[in-house]
C-alpha cells in the first residue's frame, strides 16, 4: 500500500509559468515532508522540506504548502525553468522509524522554453 | 566531502550469474537504505540498516537478494541467482539517523548501479 500519493505521473510547463505538484498521506504520525529533486543519471537529492508544524516554507522559487487538517502537502515551482525539469519525489516519514522515508511515485516535469 | 560511493555504475550480466553491489555510505551517518528505482514501481525500499543492524528488509522481493553491512562504512546487495526482472537502478543512501526523535535526517543518494540482466 502506497503510504504517500503523489501526482501527477508527468507535467509539462512553459518556461516562466507555474509547476504545481500535489501528494497525499494517511498516517497521522508523519512529522516530516521533504522534497527530492532528480535529473537523469543522478540519484535523487533533497530539494526542500517541510513539519507539520507550519503551513508554508519558501526557499527561492520553491514553496511547500502544508495541510495538516487534509493531510496534504504541495510543491510549487514558480517561473519554472528549463533547468527545473527533472523527476520529483515527495516524501514523509516519522520519529520512529529510524529514517525511513516513504516514497510518491514521482512526478517527471518538463519545461519547455 | 565523498557522498555515498556507489560500485559498479553499471553492470551487464547474464541470467542466473551473482551480481554484488557495494555501497559506501557517509563517514558518520548511521542509517544505510537500499533502493530500486523502475519506471513502473518507482522508488521501492528493499531494506534498511540502522547502526550495521537490518531493521527492516520487508521490501526484498526474494530470497535471491541478500544484503549485508559488515561495518559502519560498506554494505552489499547481492542477487543470486540473477533475473531479466531485476534490471533497474539500485541506490544506496545513508543518513544520520532521526535527531530528537522528530523524523528522519536528510538522505542522501548514490548516484546508482545500473543493472540490466539479459
Known amino acids: 500500500q502506497q503510504q504517500v500519493k503523489q501526482s501527477p505521473q508527468s507535467l509539462i510547463v512553459q518556461k516562466g509559468g507555474i509547476s504545481i505538484i500535489n501528494c497525499a498521506y494517511e498516517?497521522?504520525?508523519?512529522?516530516?515532508f521533504p522534497w527530492y529533486q532528480q535529473f537523469p543519471g543522478k540519484g535523487p537529492a533533497l530539494l526542500i522540506a517541510i513539519r507539520p508544524d507550519v503551513s508554508e516554507k519558501k526557499e527561492g522559487r520553491f514553496t511547500i504548502s502544508f495541510n495538516k487538517s487534509a493531510k496534504q502537502f504541495s510543491l510549487h515551482i514558480m517561473d519554472s525553468q528549463p533547468g527545473d525539469s527533472a523527476t520529483y519525489f515527495c516524501a514523509a516519514s516519522d520519529g520512529s522509524t529510524l529514517g525511513r522515508l516513504y516514497f510518491g511515485r514521482g512526478t517527471q516535469l518538463t519545461v519547455w522554453p | 566531502d565523498a557522498g555515498v560511493i556507489q560500485s559498479p555504475r553499471h553492470e551487464v550480466t547474464e541470467m542466473g550469474q551473482e551480481v554484488t553491489l557495494r555501497c559506501k555510505p557517509i563517514?558518520?551517518?548511521?542509517?544505510l537504505f537500499w533502493y530500486r528505482q523502475t519506471m513502473m514501481r518507482g522508488l521501492e525500499l528493499l531494506i534498511y540498516f540502522n547502526n550495521n543492524v537490518p531493521i527492516d528488509d520487508s521490501g526484498m522481493p526474494e530470497d535471491r537478494f541478500s544484503a549485508k553491512m559488515p561495518n559502519a562504512s560498506f554494505s552489499t546487495l547481492k542477487i543470486q541467482p540473477s533475473e531479466p526482472r531485476d534490471s533497474a537502478v539500485y541506490f544506496c543512501?545513508?543518513?544520520?539517523?532521526?535527531?530528537?526523535?522528530?523524523?528522519?535526517?536528510?538522505?542522501?543518494f548514490g548516484e546508482g548501479s545500473r543493472l540490466t540482466v539479459l
Open positions: 563517514s558518520g551517518h548511521n542509517s
Open positions: 543512501a545513508s543518513s544520520l539517523g532521526p535527531s530528537g526523535g522528530r523524523g528522519t535526517g536528510e538522505l542522501f
Open positions: 498516517n497521522t504520525a508523519f512529522d516530516y
